[in-house]
């Protein structure tokens, strides 16, 4: 029996079953448009969590090593009891920061690289107060970190020859805006009076209460190091291998480097805890959809018995009878999630259209192919019992079975 015959058979069998055949479809289109929706709905959120969590920080932040206590060594036959208490960690450059930044720029999996130098200090304007973290930044390099240009609600980003940008909220705190003189006292190196040129609002309360920008020269010489940068900002490729190329950076330069997957665990975790979630569901739609295409084709097996027989009977072999059984579940599948697929991309439309609208809801045309070859695999392997039973009638009991 050739293999146009074979699919010639299988389409006649769905056709004669059409009531169980758009049932069991309307199931399976089900499945996957709700497989096809979840899905795109966790990316969506995931990849807005990601955007608006990175959006203010480096993937990789490179440090000094932490300073620890020596302990003088003993001579051999000696014990000691010490009782130590760990190392207060003062502010410091990391040693050869120029040449670390170049090995960084080197590196294939590294976008950017921006060094600064950052300390804490205190704002004053009248009697007013305000504890501020200062940073120093090479202008263009951390445009390429934190594109805060995109984020002034008030004058321009501008640092150097006595300008700084400052948050939003600290302006609001000190009754600040465009034009207005700031001053900063570090005391390590004294203090400055510094000229308001923008203000910035990057949506997060801590970094708009205290950030104020400088340029590197003049926040060395604030903090007392001159010619220092304290911390080297990395961007990565692949922001997911961040903690593999701060382990890189960590043997390369021998400093301290760490990823934001370590700094931000509950992120991580909740992350981790969606993407099992969409697995779990989609793991039991699939059964489900399985369960149901087995059980019409159970039934397909046993309403067609006599066919079964006859075709047999007229050298069809058991082979070909289970490849007829299989095209039938893979059909299912296919059809199924086509019409699926179609009804999940006008949720996500719906979703993106008419839905509160904090975050828009990608799908990608690899989401849509992933969940028809799911469907389809599921048919051809859910299929696959009903077939063996198929295939293995005898022809002469049932071409008597009535």
Do not use: C
Not at 339 to 348: D, F
């Amino acid at each position: 029996m050739p293999m146009w015959l074979e699919w010639t058979i299988a389409t006649k069998f769905l056709r004669e079953g059409r009531t169980q055949t758009a049932l069991i479809m309307v199931g399976i289109a089900v499945g996957v448009s709700v497989i096809v929706f979840l899905s795109a709905l966790i990316d969506g959120l995931q990849d807005n969590i990601i955007e608006r969590t990175l959006g203010t920080q480096a993937h990789i932040k490179v440090e000094a090593p932490d300073e620890v206590n020596q302990v003088v060594p003993l001579a051999g036959g000696t014990m000691q009891l010490v009782l130590e208490d760990k190392r207060a960690q003062r502010l410091r450059s990391i040693n050869n920061w120029q040449q670390v930044r170049d090995t960084l720029d080197a590196l294939p999996e590294v976008t950017a690289v921006s060094p600064l130098i950052s300390g804490p200090a205190f704002a004053r304007r009248g009697s007013t107060l305000e504890s501020v973290a200062l940073m120093g930044i090479d202008e263009v390099r951390y445009q390429k970190i934190i594109p805060i240009r995109n984020d002034m609600v008030a004058g321009q980003f501008r640092v150097g020859a006595g300008d700084a940008v400052i948050g939003s909220r600290l302006a609001w705190d000190l009754g600040l805006r465009v034009g207005d003189k700031l001053r900063l006292d570090a005391g390590q190196g004294g203090d400055s009076v510094v000229n308001v040129a923008g203000i910035f609002e990057l949506g997060v309360r801590e970094l708009d209460s205290r950030y104020v920008y400088l340029d590197m020269k003049q926040a060395q010489s604030l903090l007392g190091l001159p010619g220092a940068a304290t911390v080297i900002d990395v961007t990565v490729k692949d922001i997911f291998a961040a903690d593999t190329v701060a382990q890189r950076i960590t043997r390369l330069t021998g400093q301290k480097a760490e990823s934001w997957m370590q700094t931000n665990g509950q992120l991580m975790n909740a992350l981790k805890s969606q993407s099992l979630s969409t697995r779990m569901i989609s793991l039991f739609v699939a059964v489900s959809v399985a369960f149901g295409i087995a059980s019409v084709l159970s039934v397909s097996v046993v309403q067609r018995t006599r066919e079964i027989g006859i075709l047999r009977a007229m050298g069809a072999t058991r082979a070909q009878m289970l490849r007829v059984f299989l095209l039938q579940g893979a059909l299912f599948g296919l059809a199924g999630s086509v019409v699926g697929g179609t009804a999940g991309y006008g949720l996500v439309w719906l979703f993106n259209a008419f839905g509160p609208r904090l975050f828009q809801i990608p799908v990608s045309p690899l989401l849509l192919l992933a969940a028809t070859i799911l469907a389809t695999v599921t048919g051809v392997i859910s299929a696959a019992i009903p077939a063996r039973r198929a295939a293995r009638l005898d022809p002469v009991v049932a071409i008597r079975h009535v």
